[in-house]
């Protein structure tokens, strides 16, 4: 199986930081990378998938980056809404597997 | 609007069955591959498997932790996804998600775009 490692773990930042948050995987995985948002008791929320394209409704301050087995995720200016867990996901082949998540919190 | 929701959790022995339903409304439940995810209690995300619409012959894909014990299936008749979990373990404790596979560029690689609230299955004696 495909392994996804995320740096960093966890991050304390403030309101209109620019936050990057890497993604690796095992092997190659083409495009086939998504990034998704989870707060503390709701399901996750899809934010990117091919690891670029941005989901409708998301906010422009999210963008991805990256190819075969190095991704990346930005959160351009910090907004308050942003603190959240993050997960990264590849879906080039099966199983499928999510990184382990970056925590974002409030400096 | 696009809703999913599941049903079907609650506490289980070790080695006992529990089938999880999710109800899709708001969108041609037929045309979209659906997914299980599970979220184990202050754990990351796992993915549990893959249901393929009719056009891919409902066939499916799972997790190397559940496959031979659990089973997805779907009732495009009623807009339904199911995972029958058999001989169930204490670490397939979890909230299970129900999610729907975005179109994306090639039809099937839009992220999973919609979840549903998730329901909570907990295995124990």
């Known amino acids: 199986a495909i392994q996804m490692t995320q740096s960093p773990s966890s991050l304390s930042a403030s309101v209109g930081d620019r936050v990057t948050i890497t993604c690796r995987a095992s092997q190659g995985i083409r495009n086939d990378l998504a990034w998704y948002q989870q707060k503390p008791g709701k399901a996750p929320k899809l934010l990117i998938y091919t690891v670029s394209s941005l989901q409708s409704g998301v906010p422009s301050r999210f963008s991805g980056s990256g190819s075969g087995t190095d991704f990346t995720l930005t959160i351009s200016s910090l907004q308050p809404e942003d603190f959240a867990t993050y997960y990264c996901?590849?879906?080039?082949?099966?199983?499928?597997?999510f990184g382990p998540g970056t925590k974002v919190d409030i400096k | 609007e696009v809703q999913l929701v599941e049903s079907g959790g609650g506490l289980v022995q070790p080695g006992g069955s529990l089938r999880l339903s999710c109800v899709a409304s708001?969108?041609?439940?037929?045309?979209?591959?659906m997914e299980w995810v599970r979220q184990a209690p202050g754990k990351g995300l796992e993915w549990v498997g893959r249901?393929?619409?009719?056009?891919?012959?409902?066939?499916?894909e799972y997790a190397a932790s559940v496959k031979g014990r659990f089973t997805i299936s779907r009732d495009d008749s009623r807009n339904s996804l199911y995972l029958q979990m058999d001989s169930l373990k204490t670490e397939d404790t979890a909230v299970y998600y129900c999610t729907r596979v975005g179109t994306g560029s090639d039809g099937y690689n839009g992220g999973f775009d919609y979840w549903g609230q998730g329901t909570l299955v907990t295995v124990s004696s």
């Open positions: 249901a393929r619409d009719k056009a891919h012959s409902y066939t499916t």
């Open positions: 708001g969108f041609t439940f037929s045309d979209r591959y």
């Open positions: 996901l590849q879906d080039y082949n099966y199983p499928f597997t």
